[in-house]
């Protein structure tokens, strides 16, 4: 079925710790971006690639580093996870970078920083 | 920034009730957008309202863009369990911009 594939879906980090959280798409879209969801807070934005090769910072991008491997793939990378970046981590694409025509969500990573 | 105001921000209602919630801003949006997120899942668009003053629905959801292009509102009729979840507007002007989310609960 053709959507937005994020592995892995749980991960436990030790506070130090890296990781990166791979996200995929097959509708062809020229725009991705990652989301964390804490409770209460809503979507929050922490980086977006509006086109295959640029990528741009988002409302929380501190503590992250992303990657537009190709038009397909969007990677996001903790260096030195801490408790503060306990979260679930959603990936998204659009086929527009503003979003206008919506976008198409994966299903979360949902981590844990102890 | 831009921010959308969203009210209520949890609902606990009985099966077969309507349901209203809405979105405010202090900026114009071009696009608004109603999502809903499913326990343990992705937020799933329902409805784009891509002009001001239309009204579009898909089922029992009715949503509205609103005339002065600054708010927005999902009304659910007769709702079932299954509408369960955290419903999220989101607004477009060079960006796209989310509410908090109206979490609704419906006891049977």
């Known amino acids: 079925n053709a959507g937005v594939t994020q592995t892995p879906k749980f991960q436990v980090l030790k506070t130090g710790q890296s990781m990166t959280l791979q996200c995929a798409q097959d509708?062809?879209?020229?725009?991705m971006y990652w989301y964390r969801q804490d409770p209460g807070m809503g979507l929050r934005l922490i980086y977006y690639?509006?086109?295959?090769?640029?990528?741009d910072k988002g409302e929380v991008p501190n503590g992250y580093n992303v990657s537009r491997l190709n038009k397909r793939e969007f990677s996001l990378r903790l260096e030195s996870a801490a408790p503060s970046q306990t979260s679930v981590y959603f990936c998204?694409?659009?086929?527009?970078?503003?979003?206008?025509?919506?976008?198409?969500f994966g299903s979360g990573t949902r981590l844990t920083v102890v | 920034g831009q921010q959308l105001n969203q009210s209520p921000q949890s609902m606990f209602i009985q099966e077969g009730e309507d349901v209203s919630m809405n979105c405010t801003s202090s900026?114009?949006?071009?696009?608004w957008l109603w999502y809903k997120q499913d326990p343990g899942e992705g937020p799933v668009l329902l409805i784009a309202?891509?002009?001001?003053?239309e009204l579009t629905s898909n089922g029992r959801l009715t949503a509205q863009f609103g005339i002065t292009r600054k708010d927005s509102f999902l009304n659910i009729s007769a709702s079932i369990p299954s509408d369960v979840g955290i419903y999220f507007c989101?607004?477009?002007?060079?960006?796209?911009?989310f509410g908090q989310g109206t979490r609704l609960t419906i006891n049977p």
């Open positions: 989101a607004g477009t002007s060079q960006k796209l911009v």
């Open positions: 509708m062809n879209h020229n725009s």
């Open positions: 690639s509006a086109s295959e090769g640029t990528t």
């Open positions: 900026s114009i949006f071009n696009t």
């Open positions: 309202l891509y002009k001001a003053g």
């Open positions: 998204a694409s659009s086929d527009t970078w503003d979003g206008a025509v919506g976008y198409t």
